[in-house]
């Protein structure tokens, strides 16, 4: 391979040159006024919370109205991925050229890294699929809220992230809620569905949540050990050649399970109309995206700490969006969970808030 014949030294002079190619970028957003930042950091921010929201209602509306397809379920959670080229297409060609000779990483690895781990979104997307088919959106919003505490798990043992007592108590008090909501004998399941069902829709969400705080962990570790970049247009490449595998599980999955040969009649058949049934695919698969679009121009404009704080958020505002929008049973059992989930979500934000106080301390005592 080419990428061989380059040696450490000229490497090194390459990639630097990328990075301060997609520094110029940076710079040129940091010239705003600062009234006009901060008018691009608030819309971002609403819209990364109303689009996430928004996925999970509309999740939970297709299932209501009579979808039932598993499988189309999970392929809309990536297959708007090509939207992600938007903000890719803004950087320099340089900055976004992982798969080239200049990369720090081979191409075997590459290949690798993006085949994994989007065969296991495919199938985490599955996973959540079911849950939410299974668990009303309130109750599965605030299951899914357990990503905090494998994150916290997976952070340590795999990228030696420190345990600080934030994370402890972020850990207690979102186990405590997931479990008020497992065990709430009240609870609203679609359909009338039996309380195992409930109590496996809970697994299964428990499930995904798990296995994608170990794929974030993993993609954090493949960042720093294996690319060693960690630019926005090698992000932006990661999160595009993971879906588009993942949308590929997710077509394979829909022809092997039969599921594809009911489609017509699903549409058909669908409560809201056939013309309702598409708008509901397709705005879902366009607000997931939506959500990582917003989630990368908050790392642009002010840092990616800040982008996962505002997307933690979403773990508190569409449980209470499902309640109003499906007028959802609000047990008692919810609201106990609700108020063990939010100080739970907070002392995780100012867990990340107090380690980026830290780096910025040591990028200023190095400067």
Avoid at 84 to 109: D, I, V
Avoid at 139 to 155: E, K, N, V
Avoid at 314 to 323: D, Q, R
Wanted: charged share 15%; hydrophobic share 50%; net charge negative.
């Amino acid at each position: 391979m080419c990428c061989l014949l380059v040696t450490d030294e000229e490497e090194s002079m390459l990639l630097e040159k990328e990075d301060e190619e997609e520094s110029d970028v940076l710079h040129q957003l940091m010239k705003l006024k600062r009234s006009q930042r901060w008018i691009f950091v608030f819309i971002s921010i609403f819209f990364l919370i109303l689009a996430q929201a928004v996925a999970v209602l509309l999740g939970r509306f297709y299932y209501d109205q009579g979808g039932n397809s598993k499988w189309i379920s999970t392929l809309v959670q990536t297959i708007g991925f090509p939207i992600l080229y938007l903000p890719l297409s803004l950087l320099p060609a340089s900055s976004h050229t992982s798969l080239s000779s200049s990369s720090s990483c081979s191409f075997k690895s590459l290949v690798w890294i993006y085949l994994s781990l989007g065969l296991a979104i495919g199938l985490d997307n599955l996973l959540y699929s079911y849950g939410l088919l299974l668990l009303s959106a309130s109750a599965y919003s605030l299951t899914c809220g357990t990503q905090l505490i494998f994150s916290a798990i997976f952070s340590r043992f795999i990228n030696s992230e420190k345990i600080t007592f934030w994370t402890v108590m972020s850990v207690i008090l979102l186990t405590i809620s997931a479990l008020v909501i497992a065990l709430d004998g009240d609870s609203d399941s679609p359909s009338g569905r039996s309380k195992w069902t409930y109590m496996i829709g809970c697994l299964l969400t428990l499930l995904a949540s798990l296995m994608y705080s170990f794929q974030l962990s993993l993609m954090q570790y493949s960042f720093e050990n294996i690319i060693k970049r960690e630019t926005f247009g090698v992000v932006l490449e990661m999160q595009i050649y993971t879906s588009l595998v993942a949308s590929c599980v997710s077509v394979m999955g829909l022809f092997a399970s039969g599921e594809w040969k009911m489609l017509s009649m699903e549409m058909e058949e669908f409560h809201k109309g056939q013309v309702s049934y598409l708008l509901t695919l397709v705005g879902t698969a366009f607000s997931w995206q939506l959500s990582s679009v917003a989630a990368v121009a908050l790392i642009f404009l002010v840092s990616s700490l800040f982008s996962n704080l505002i997307s933690t958020l979403s773990f508190i505002v569409t449980p209470l969006a499902a309640l109003v929008v499906f007028n959802e049973q609000l047990t008692v059992a919810k609201i106990v969970a609700m108020l063990f989930a939010i100080p739970g979500v907070g002392f995780y934000m100012y867990k990340n808030h107090l380690d980026g106080v830290e780096v910025q301390r040591a990028r200023n005592a190095q400067g």
